[in-house]
């Protein structure tokens, strides 16, 4: 993979770590950002080999969203004819399948959030698994604000993390919502007094999740994912189906042993996806 320019990544005991390291730009994002998060994701996906993925950032926010200035230069969105119009069709497409490589991932994503998330950040980090925020933290859906409908995936993921009425209040006026209420209305899993310390418990939940079997984290997330947007009697059918797939005596054995033990399981990792145009 090419040099980065607008993340860091690392990987440490089966977890990798994704930061967002353009600070001086309050890590915006344009369309270098979008590219290189896109193939980040598509790597680790297809590799397999991290276990957890933790998404943290750099300065005083997380992301100050889109970055305008794309919008007078590299993307061109014209409203003068059907043919332009049906162009932003296809490239919100683009941009919100970026998004939807977190919520797909094979191995959960946590994200740890600091100062401001503010319009496409919301959309980023709504498809995460896991939020923790600093006590600094904020979210606001941006984009009514400069006249506009969020479009890559805030309107659609918050709805189901969080009270109907308060994303609508959200959505409708713009305003800011701290730390504290978000915890509050459950979407953030817990926050903390510093940045510092919301990364280290990101990284904690990421740690302990690398410990479990890679495949049954991978099957935890198929059905609570696929339980979203299904009733419960389908989602116990696929259940059926997916504990069937996945389940292994070796691990179940492996795991109940450890925990005797007091000591780490020993689990075969995921396998390695090659894209089957590559193959041949």
Known sequence: MNTLTCFSLSSTADVAHLVLDRPAELNTMNPTFWRELDDVLSRIHREGTARALVISSTGKHFSAGMSLDTFAGAISMDDQSPEGRAAMFDLLTDMQATFTKLENLRMPVICAIQGGCIGGAVDMVTAACI???????????????????????????????????VVKELAYTGRRLPAARALAYGLVNEVFDTHVATVAAALQCAKEIAAKPPVAIWGTKQAVNYAIDHSVEDSLRQMGWLQG?????????????????????????????QPFKSLG
């Open 131 to 165: 939020r923790y925020a600093s006590a600094d933290a904020f979210f606001c859906i941006q984009e009514i604000n400069i006249g506009m409908v969020a479009d890559v995936g805030t309107l659609q993921r918050l709805p189901k993390l969080m009270p109907l009425a």
């Open 245 to 273: 797939a996945v389940w292994s005596n070796a691990h179940v054995r492996e795991a109940i042993t450890a925990a005797k033990e007091k000591r780490a399981g020993q689990f075969t990792p995921l396998t390695g996806l």
